[in-house]
Structures are given as C-alpha cells and as structure tokens.
Antibody, heavy 121, light 113 residues
Framework: EVQVVESGGGLVKPGGSLTLSCEVS????????VSWVRQAPGKGLEWVGR??????????DYAAPVEGRFTISRDDSKNTVYLQMNSLKSEDTALYFC????????????WGQGTLVTVSS | QSALTQEASVSGTVGQKVTLSCSGN????????VGWYQQISHGAPKNVMF??????GISDRISDRFSGSKSGTTASLTISGLQPEDEATYYC???????????FGGGTKLTVL
C-alpha cells in the first residue's frame, strides 16, 4: 500500500525558514500531483499548495496566505516532495500533512501522519 | 470563515442514519466533484467518498454504509447504520475556479451516542 511520510517539522523563530519533506512509496512522485495541507491547533484543514505531474510541466499552485513565501519542489531521484517555508509567521504554526492527489487533482488520495511546525520566539 | 459551509456538529445513535451537508456555490460545488475526508482525533485524514463513489483502488477500506450525493451547490455524505468507529470529524473539499485554490469546509464533528 502507498505510504506517505512527512518529516522536517520543528520549532522556528518568526521570520525564519524551514523545509519539510514528503517521501512517497509504491509509485513515482513525478507521475503524481502532490499537495500540502495544514491544520492549525484546534482548527480545520487548510490547503497550502500542490505540485503537478512532471509530464504536465510540474506546475505549482499556492494558497494566498503562503504565496511568495512557500515553495513546493520535487526530487525525483529521492521520490520526495518538499515544502520550503520562508518568512515564517506565528499563524503558520500547524500540523502539515502531505497528500497525493487523485484525479482530478483537487481530490486527495493518500495522506501522511503530518509533521508539526511551531513558529514562536 | 470557510469557503464551504458544514454543520459544526451532528450526533446520532448506533444504527441510525445521519446525513452531513456541505454547501458552496456555482464556482465550486456546483461545478466540481466533492471529496469527503474522515479525521479521528487530529490524526491523518482518510478519504471516504469522491462525489457519489468511494475512492477507486481503496474502496475495500471504505464501508458500504457511506454514500455521497449532490444537488446543485450542496453535497451530502450519508452514513447508514451508524457505528461507534464512525465518530470523527468529517471535512468536505473541492476546487474553486474563481479563487483558483482547493477549498475545505470547516468540518462536522460527528458524535455517536
């Protein structure tokens, strides 16, 4: 069965940077759309962004609150998707989930357990 | 405030049928398939329904007690024969072609009495 494993979370100061990783097993991430979804403490799910299939240009889309600060990328050799987060704010504190997208690529297929990011001084 | 509107909480007794709703507009639910996701105690969400069908390839993990429907700009998830293990928060989600993002509802906390 497909496994999705996130890593890289931790405590970071406001204005700092952090990069999360999402390793997927059983299929190639270059053939998939992959999204990041976050959940602030006690709150609901919020889509962060996604990266498209390599065959479709690997385009990226982002939610407005993170546009310009977060970047999603992919390393096909490691079958891993990354979320680089810069200029972090306290409101970015959340559990960050990685999820593979089904088709159409706004539905979510397999989810990881999440990695916690805390932005605090 | 979420782009999609869900009931904050719904409760039912074991064996009962409950229906959760998800309301949007013509730029999202009215045009796109709605996904439903079950989350237990802030663990990993699990997809339980895409539109009116369980997700393909993993349908053996989804109980046939779950069913989905849509009418206009409102989608619904119905759970028949409610079981204690169904107690969870359920989120609906879809694409919005004006905001150009994936949007979620605020989630419905289902309590099994």
């Amino acid at each position: 069965e497909v496994q999705v494993v996130e890593s890289g979370g931790g405590l970071v100061k406001p204005g700092g940077s952090l990069t999360l990783s999402c390793e997927v097993s059983e299929f190639s991430v270059s053939d998939a759309w992959v999204s990041w979804v976050r959940q602030a403490p006690g709150k609901g799910l919020e889509w962060v962004g996604r990266i498209g299939r390599k065959s479709e240009g690997g385009t990226t889309d982002y939610a407005a609150p993170v546009e310009g600060r977060f970047t999603i990328s992919r390393d096909d050799s490691k079958n891993t998707v990354y979320l680089q987060m810069n200029s972090l704010k306290s409101e970015d504190t959340a559990l960050y989930f990685c999820a593979t997208n089904a088709m159409p690529p706004y539905l979510f297929d397999y989810w990881g357990q999440g990695t916690l990011v805390t932005v605090s001084s | 405030q979420s782009a999609l509107t869900q009931e904050a909480s719904v409760s039912g007794t074991v064996g009962q049928k409950v229906t959760l709703s998800c309301s949007g507009n013509s730029s999202n639910i009215g045009f796109y398939t709605v996904g439903w996701y079950q989350q237990i105690s802030h663990g990993a969400p699990k997809n339980v329904m895409f539109g009116e069908s369980p997700p393909s390839g993993i349908s053996d993990r989804i109980s046939d007690r779950f069913s989905g429907s849509k009418s206009g700009t409102t989608a619904s998830l119905t759970i028949s024969g409610l079981q204690p293990e169904d107690e969870a928060t359920y989120y609906c989600s879809t694409w919005d072609n004006i905001l150009y993002v994936v949007i979620f509802g605020g989630g419905t906390k289902l309590t099994v009495l």
